[in-house]
Every structure is written in structure tokens, then in C-alpha cells.
Antibody, heavy 121, light 107 residues
Framework: QLQLQESGPGLVKPSETLSLTCTVS??????????WGWIRQPPGKGLEWIGT???????YYNLSLKGRLTISLDTSKNQFSLKLTSVTAADTAVYYC?????????????WGQGTLVTVSS | DIQLTQSPSSLSASVGDRVTITCRAS??????LNWYQQKPGKAPTLLIY???SLQSGVPSRFSGSGSGTDFSLTIGSLQPEDFATYYC?????????FGQGTKVEFK
């Protein structure tokens, strides 16, 4: 049974860097059939795709966040990470890590439980 | 960017009702359209992938149809556990986009 678990600080100060890690268990992030990524949801609002990474290291970022965003893999730990720099209150959201399944037309078929990150001084 | 327009934004229904939600894409996305259910405080769960394929473990009262730019999700007979918010997602582009969501409320 695949499980994804987000971890990281729940409170980040404005202008600082938001860092989250997703630990994957029950499956390998090195599989060719999957991409791995991040979604966020501001309180009371809809879902926004942040970015995706492939086992090869290829990355795809939301253009609205490009320049502030880095997604990386650590295959030795079966983890992938998100770093978002120069955060503002607009970055306050629940952040989800997820798996993109190539075999089901790119559907995001597994999600972490989500972690709330608040940007505030 | 591919935009998805979901409608309605909310609806009121009763247990046993047949409910249909639509999603329109700004470009042809073939069948790269997926549907999710989200309950308060929980992560979204995949219901339908590739427009009409039922995800494993999802009740058969959920069905999806469409291709190209017009898609729909139908709940055949609404159950109490189905009151939630539903989102469509296009996976035609690596840059995924979601619809705005449809909240299904109890009438």
C-alpha cells in the first residue's frame, strides 16, 4: 500500500524559505511509471498544481512560481522535496504531495494527508 | 495554459438524486480528464481517470463521460457520504490544472 507523508515547518516568516519533504513508503520513487509532485490549497479555496519531478530529475514548474520554486529527489531516502523562496501571506496553504501515474493517463492517484503552512511574522 | 471551467459551483440535492457536474476545457485534451472528491480537512481522492475509467475501490454509482473539451461526472444515486466538493483535473499538459470545484450540499 503506497503512502505519502509530508513533513516540514508549519509556520514560516515572510520573505523566508518554505521547505517541505514528502516521504514515500510502499513504492519506489525511481519507478519509470510515475512522476511525483506537489499541490497546494489556500484555506477555503481550490487546488493549485505547484510542480512535478520525474525519477530522472526532470522538473516541471507552475510558471506563476518559477524563479522561487525548486523540487528535488533523494532516491536514497525515497523522498522528494519542495523549496519555495521569498514567501508571502499568499503562500499560506495546505500543501499536498502526490503521485502522477503514467499508466492512468497522468492522474494524480495517491496523495499525502496534507500539511498546513502558514506564512506569518 | 489549459483552463477548466466547472459547473455548477454548488448544488443542493437529496439522497437518491442523480447528480451531474460538467467540466469544459479551453483546448482539446482528448480524454486526459480526471475527477476527484474532497471532504473537509481531507486530501482529494481520485474517482475517475481518463474521462471514464473508474478508479479501483470507487462505487459504481460514479461515472464519467466525454472527450475533447466537454466532460461530465454523474453520481447515479446520491448517498449521504457523497456530500463533498468535486474537482476536475486535466493531465493532458504536464502543467496540470483543476476546475474551480463543485460543492454538493444537502437540500
Amino acid at each position: 500500500q503506497l503512502q505519502l507523508q509530508e513533513s516540514g515547518p508549519g509556520l514560516v516568516k515572510p520573505s523566508e524559505t518554505l521547505s517541505l519533504t514528502c516521504t514515500v513508503s510502499g513504492g519506489s520513487i525511481s519507478s519509470r511509471n510515475f512522476y511525483w509532485g506537489w499541490i497546494r490549497q489556500p484555506p477555503g479555496k481550490g487546488l493549485e498544481w505547484i510542480g512535478t519531478i520525474y525519477y530522472s530529475g526532470s522538473t516541471y514548474y507552475n510558471l506563476s512560481l518559477k524563479g522561487r520554486l525548486t523540487i528535488s529527489l533523494d532516491t536514497s531516502k525515497n523522498q522528494f522535496s519542495l523549496k519555495l523562496t521569498s514567501v508571502t501571506a499568499a503562500d499560506t496553504a495546505v500543501y499536498y504531495c502526490m503521485r502522477v501515474n503514467v499508466l492512468t493517463s497522468g492522474a494524480y492517484d495517491s496523495w499525502g494527508q496534507g500539511t498546513l503552512v502558514t506564512v506569518s511574522s | 495554459d489549459i483552463q477548466l471551467t466547472q459547473s455548477p459551483s454548488s448544488l443542493s440535492a437529496s439522497v437518491g438524486d442523480r447528480v451531474t457536474i460538467t467540466c469544459r476545457a479551453s483546448h482539446n485534451i482528448n480524454m486526459y480528464l480526471n475527477w476527484y472528491q474532497q471532504k473537509p480537512g481531507k486530501a482529494p481522492t481520485l474517482l475517475i481517470y481518463a474521462a471514464s475509467s473508474l478508479q479501483s475501490g470507487v462505487p459504481s454509482r460514479f461515472s464519467g463521460s466525454g472527450s475533447g473539451t466537454d466532460f461530465s461526472l454523474t453520481i447515479g444515486s446520491l448517498q449521504p457520504e457523497d456530500f463533498a466538493t468535486y474537482y476536475c483535473l486535466q493531465s493532458y499538459s504536464t502543467a496540470g490544472t483543476f476546475g474551480q470545484g463543485t460543492k454538493v450540499e444537502f437540500k
